[in-house]
């Protein structure tokens, strides 16, 4: 059984283990479809048309499933491995054992940007930017750019303690968990981290930067969190919503997964921590 454990408790195997398993989704040429994948989505997603991945109630579930795909990809590498979740509210400073150079590298340099060391760094020649918007091939980062601060655990808790899923009009405009969590709308968590991180996990590209799969896999534990808080707050919107997906509906690009799918993550992996 797969689980899920925080990153600030692996051993020095498991990030290792880990690390590898990355660099050889990227050397394949695997680990670039899912940066498109997820580019696809982000240009796509609009607040008065068709959205899925993002701005949407389905933001929770398609990130679960995409989460599980590339987790199932880093598996076909090493059975062993699983995808960690960083906790920002806890490890909330560039100091933090995330960024040291045995797992993910720290900030990048104040000229450009770029990383420097770490498995990702452009000169190891094993982490390429190809899926980019622009000539830089480098991964790039700025922790904690112009001071911003990671959400802290109250700023959490204040969002945990919201009743309903989701509220029309179902976009970035909405109140209820769905979308503070996202951070369209109040103290704003999920987008703020992508923010302070910088580079290319400010950008449509965000899955370039490892750390991705590290933040989306704490935001999809805040929400086995709050489904254990809300034992009766379904997923909304129930049916017949246009332009966005129901309980019921299959999500693109897979079409053959629903939001009530996904409602129940102990079907495919558990966390360390109970929620
Ligand atoms: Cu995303």
Do not use: C
């Not at 750019?145 to 802290?152: C, I, K, N, S």
């Amino acid at each position: 059984m797969t689980v899920r454990k925080n990153q600030a408790t692996l051993t020095a195997t498991e990030k290792r283990r880990f690390v590898d398993a990355v660099l050889e989704l990227k050397r394949t040429g695997r680990y670039d479809t899912f940066v498109t994948t997820h580019n696809a989505f982000i240009m796509g997603d609009r607040d008065d048309s068709d959205r899925v991945g993002h701005r949407s109630p389905s933001f929770l579930p398609w990130h679960r499933r995409f989460l599980l795909e590339f987790e199932q990809a880093l598996q076909a590498v090493d059975p062993e491995v699983t995808l960690p979740y960083w906790d920002w509210t806890a490890d909330r400073t560039p100091r933090s054992s995330l960024w040291a150079p045995d797992f993910l590298g720290g900030t990048g340099r104040s000229r450009d940007g770029r990383v420097m060391d770490g498995p990702f760094a452009r000169s190891g020649n094993r982490w390429t930017i190809g899926v980019r918007v622009d000539g830089r091939d480098f991964l790039r980062r700025d922790l904690g750019a112009g001071g911003r601060q990671l959400p802290t655990r109250a700023e959490v808790d204040s969002v945990l303690a919201m009743e309903t899923y989701d509220m029309p009009p179902w976009n970035s405009a909405s109140d209820g968990f769905r979308n503070h969590l996202e951070g369209w709308r109040g103290v704003n968590l999920h987008n703020r981290v992508h923010v302070w991180v910088g580079g290319q996990m400010a950008t449509g590209v965000s899955p370039n930067d490892p750390v991705f799969w590290l933040h989306h896999a704490f935001v999809d534990k805040l929400w086995a969190d709050w489904q254990a808080r809300h034992p009766r707050s379904p997923y909304l919107p129930s049916g017949g919503t246009p332009n966005v997906v129901d309980i019921g509906d299959t999500m693109r690009p897979w079409n053959d997964v629903t939001p009530a799918d996904m409602l129940d993550h102990t079907r495919f992996y558990t966390f360390d921590t109970a929620a």
